[in-house]
């Protein structure tokens, strides 16, 4: 399995962005397919965006299309998350997340992940 640390987390006026980073260390990280989540206070764990073992596709929630931008680099072990125009809504903890490709299920099932990060807040507020 891999070993994930999230960071880049903070407080940031609505409009803003910011750019969370999340090192893997352990296993080859270019087996895995990585994911960001996010749970918001008082809500439950929600998908946020996909990005398959290359990074050639990445799938959103339709809550970030067009703000957030997920990649990954292999070559340091690390995938991004870019979140721009934020949102007083956006305000959640934000995991990312691991797991070996799995055909047929989809990769918004939560218990499909192996690995998972420690989470980074986000509070977006004037």
């Known amino acids: 399995q891999v070993q994930l640390v999230e960071s880049g987390g903070g407080l940031v006026q609505p409009g803003g962005s910011l750019r969370l980073s999340c090192a893997a260390s352990g296993r080859t990280f270019s087996n895995y397919a990585m994911a960001w989540f996010r749970q918001a206070p008082g809500k439950a764990r929600e998908f946020v965006a996909y990005?398959?073992?290359?990074?050639?596709?990445?799938y959103y929630a339709d809550s970030v299309k067009g703000r957030f931008t997920s990649s990954r680099d292999n070559a340091k072990n690390t995938v991004y998350l870019q979140l721009n125009s934020l949102k007083p809504e956006d305000t959640a903890i934000y995991f990312c997340?691991?797991?070996?490709?799995?055909?047929?299920?989809?990769?918004?099932?939560?218990?499909?992940?192996?690995?998972w990060g420690q989470g980074t807040q986000v509070t977006v507020s004037s």
């Open positions: 997340a691991a797991r070996v490709p799995s055909s047929g299920v989809s990769y918004t099932t939560q218990s499909s992940y192996c690995c």
């Open positions: 990005m398959i073992r290359t990074g050639g596709y990445t």
